[in-house]
Nanobody, 122 residues
């Protein structure tokens, strides 16, 4: 299995930007489609963005299209999420997980890491 560690969150003002990272251990990282998910306080965990194993194909939730960009570097076994024009509604803990298919991103693992907290507030 791939071990995952999210980082890069923080407190930012509306309109700001962040770059989240998902560092993976294990040589099989490059064989997985990967996804980002987020969980806001008092809400269920939701899908945000997904990327194919090659990095050539991506898929986004409607709420983040045009503001979020997912990417990956298989040589570094790391996935990224560039978040621009942050809004208060983006406040959540962000998680990464391998997915069944980038276009139908069901998380493969039942367990989740600690995630990284993104707080958008003035």
């Amino acid at each position: 299995q791939v071990q995952l560690a999210e980082s890069g969150g923080g407190l930012v003002q509306p309109g700001g930007s962040l770059r989240l990272s998902c560092a993976a251990s294990g040589r099989t990282f490059s064989s997985y489609d990967m996804g980002w998910f987020r969980q806001a306080p008092g809400k269920e965990r939701d899908f945000v963005a997904a990327i194919s194993w090659s990095g050539r194909r991506t898929y986004y939730a409607d709420s983040v299209k045009g503001r979020f960009t997912i990417s990956r570097d298989n040589a570094k076994t790391t996935m990224y999420l560039q978040i621009n024009n942050l809004k208060p509604d983006d406040t959540a803990v962000y998680y990464c997980n391998p997915v069944s298919d980038y276009g139908d991103p069901i998380p493969l693992y039942d367990y989740w890491g600690q995630g990284t907290q993104v707080t958008v507030s003035s």
